[in-house]
C-alpha cells in the first residue's frame, strides 16, 4: 500500500462451470464500483492478483473479485463475485525535497505546499520508476519529475501537466549519450502517468481516425538507456495530440533526429532541452478550419495550435558552465510535407517562446550566458544548413 497504489488479491474455488477470467470492480463508492478490469486466462491456481495505481492518497476505496464463469444453461459467460466488497485507504501524501526542480533547463515554476513521492515498477512493466508531483499555484497544473536507476537512480524527464488541457504543456530534460544512450526497443506501450489521477489523461483515442498521433515531448528516441527509461516515454502525460502525417512523421521526426545526433557524447557538454506546446486564441481564430477541440470518449480534448523545441548547448568546467549556446524551433500544428525542419519560418528564439508560452526557461544557467544565448537566432551551431538570420546578413553588409 502507497499514497497511489494498492495490490488487490483475490481467489476462488467451487466453481460448477468452465472459468475463463478474473478481475476486479473499484470505486471510491462501495455503490459505484466504475473501474473495472480483467486478465486473460487464469495462473498460480485459483488466487490471483492486480496492482492498482494512479490512485488519490489518503483516499478510501471500495473493490471486489470476480471470476467469468460459463453458464450452463445460456451457455454464455457471466461474472460471479467471489468476495463480498472490501475497503482499503491509501496513505496520505508524504513531503518530499525539490532537489530535482533545481536543474538548469527546469523552467520556474510556484510551487504550492509539499510533494508527493511514489514507486510504479510490476513483473510484467519494469518502468522502475520513482516519481515526485508537486502542486502549483495553479490548481489545474502540477510538476512530477520521473527517475529510473541507471549507473544510479537518475533523473528521466519533469514535466508541467495541465488537467485543463489533458496533457502537458512542457516537458523538460537533458540529452547526454553517456548517461541516456542505449538501444533498447521501443515499447509502445501507453498507460495513465502513475503521479497523475487517471481521470486527467487522455491519450485522444480516436486521434488516427481524425488525422492526429500521440505526439511526444519526450521523444522515445531519446531515452532508450534500459527499458525503464524508454517505458516512461509512454506515458499518457507525455503526449498531446499532434498531425502525424508531414508533421509528427515529417520535421518533427526530423528535428528529434537531429536532436539526438547532437548530444554530446563526450564529458564536460550537455544539450538541455525544453519541449512544449502552445494554445493561442490568435491562431484559432485566424484558421477557423483547425479544430480547437476533438472528443476522445466523453473528453473534449484541446488541440495545440503549435509544438516547440528550445535547445541550451552548454560547455562545462568541472561544475562551472563556461558557454552556452541557445536556439528555438516551432512548428503549427498541422502538415509541413516537403518543408525542411530548419526552414527560417520555423526558427526562433527562446525569449519569443518565453513571450509565447509563459514561462522562464532554463533559469539556472548562468544570466550572463544565458542572455544572449536565449536572444540568439542563428542555428548554425546547430544546423549548420540553416541560413543567418536577416538580422545577421544585413549588418555584414
Known amino acids: 500500500m502507497s499514497s497511489t497504489g494498492a495490490t488487490l488479491s483475490g481467489s476462488f474455488s467451487g466453481a460448477t462451470g468452465n472459468t475463463r477470467n478474473w478481475g476486479f470492480q473499484w470505486g471510491t463508492s462501495s455503490s459505484s464500483l466504475s473501474n473495472r ?52 485507504t491509501t496513505s496520505a501524501e508524504a513531503a518530499v525535497s525539490i532537489g530535482y526542480l533545481g536543474c538548469y533547463e527546469v523552467p520556474s515554476v510556484t510551487i504550492s505546499g509539499t510533494g508527493t513521492s511514489g514507486y510504479y515498477n510490476t513483473d510484467n512493466d519494469p518502468r522502475d520508476d520513482k516519481w515526485y508531483r508537486y502542486n502549483t499555484s495553479s490548481s489545474t497544473r502540477k510538476v512530477v519529475t520521473h527517475t529510473f536507476t541507471g549507473s544510479s537512480r537518475v533523473r528521466n524527464y519533469t514535466l508541467l501537466f495541465d488537467s485543463g488541457k489533458h496533457a502537458p504543456l512542457w516537458a523538460a530534460f537533458p540529452m547526454h549519450a553517456n548517461v541516456y544512450g542505449g538501444s533498447t526497443n521501443r515499447s509502445d506501450d501507453w498507460i495513465n502517468d502513475p503521479a497523475i489521477s487517471s481521470g486527467q489523461q487522455s491519450g485522444l483515442d480516436n ?47 526530423t528535428l528529434e533526429t537531429k536532436v539526438l545526433n547532437s548530444s554530446p557524447s563526450t564529458q564536460g557538454d550537455t544539450l538541455y532541452v525544453v519541449v512544449g506546446v502552445l494554445y493561442e486564441e490568435d491562431y484559432y481564430s485566424a484558421h477557423s478550419d483547425f479544430p480547437r477541440t476533438l472528443p476522445s470518449g466523453s473528453t473534449n480534448i484541446p488541440i495545440p495550435t503549435h509544438f516547440y523545441t528550445c535547445l541550451m548547448m552548454c560547455s562545462f568546467s ?17 502538415s509541413h ?28 544557467v548562468p544570466s550572463n550566458l544565458q542572455t544572449t544565448a536565449e536572444k540568439n537566432k542563428d542555428a548554425r551551431w546547430f544546423e549548420p544548413n540553416a541560413s543567418a538570420p536577416a538580422s545577421t546578413l544585413s549588418k555584414r553588409r
Open 37 to 88: 478490469v480483467f486478465s486473460d486466462g487464469l495462473s498460480g491456481g485459483n488466487a490471483f492478483t492486480y496492482n492498482l495505481g494512479s490512485l488519490s492518497p489518503g483516499t478510501t476505496y471500495y473493490y471486489r473479485a470476480i471470476i467469468e464463469e460459463k453458464d450452463g444453461t445460456t451457455g454464455s459467460y457471466v461474472d460471479r463475485v467471489s468476495s463480498e466488497i472490501k475497503s482499503f
Open 207 to 253: 486521434a488516427s481516425t481524425v488525422g492526429y498521433s500521440r505526439g511526444h515531448l519526450v521523444a522515445s528516441q531519446y531515452r532508450k538507456k534500459n527499458d525503464a527509461s524508454n517505458l516512461q516515454t509512454f506515458y499518457y502525460a507525455n503526449q498531446a495530440p499532434q498531425w502525424q502525417n508531414g508533421f509528427n512523421s515529417g520535421v518533427w521526426s
Open 318 to 334: 568541472g561544475s562551472t558552465i563556461t558557454a552556452a549556446q541557445g536556439i528555438a524551433f516551432v512548428y503549427p500544428n498541422v
Open 337 to 364: 510535407t516537403g518543408e525542411n525542419y530548419y526552414a527560417s519560418e520555423y526558427i526562433t528564439n527562446i525569449d519569443d517562446i518565453e513571450t509565447r508560452a509563459g514561462f522562464d526557461f532554463f533559469p539556472k
